[in-house]
Each structure stands twice: as C-alpha cells, then as structure tokens.
C-alpha cells in the first residue's frame, strides 16, 4: 500500500514524533502500543483514537515507511506526504 496526502509543514515533526518509533518497534512492540492507545486518551489534536499508523503498522508484514517531499515554493506551507506498508 502506497499513500499520499499534502500536509501543513508545520505538522511534519508531529508526524515524524509519531512515526519514527513505531518504525523502530517490532511486531509484538506495536500490538502492545495498538492495546495501550485503546486504553488510553484521545490527543487533543486527533480526530480519531490515533490509531491508524498503529493499525497500518500491525497489519504490515515489513516496518512501514515514509518520507515528506518539499515541492518548493508553488506548495506553500505544505509538503507531500508518503507512507508505504507492504500488507
């Protein structure tokens, strides 16, 4: 599965905060963090239980990846966002 979406630049370290350790978890590790984020609050800023990268990533035979591309100055204030999953 390959995604895209245009994302405020502001919100990429965000982003990346929220991916880069669950790159880094194994597959027991991201079904402990799924079963912790059900317990736990919803961010302020989510409009979800924020488990959609824990879910993509749990369902994923390999560590997903993701990269953010600048378009330069026609894209204004946003980038373009990449996340891939092989399911």
Request: proline share 3%; charged share 25%; aromatic share 6%.
């Amino acid at each position: 599965m390959l995604c895209g979406n245009s994302v405020a630049r502001a919100r990429v370290p965000v982003l990346r905060e929220r991916l880069d350790p669950i790159c880094q978890m194994t597959t027991q590790e991201i079904k402990e963090a799924y079963r912790q984020q059900l317990r736990g609050a919803t961010d302020a800023d989510s409009k979800g239980a924020g488990l959609g990268f824990l879910t993509v990533a749990r369902e994923a035979t390999s560590p997903i990846e993701y990269s953010f591309v600048d378009a330069g100055e026609t894209a204004g204030d946003h980038v373009s966002f990449y996340l891939k999953a092989n399911i």
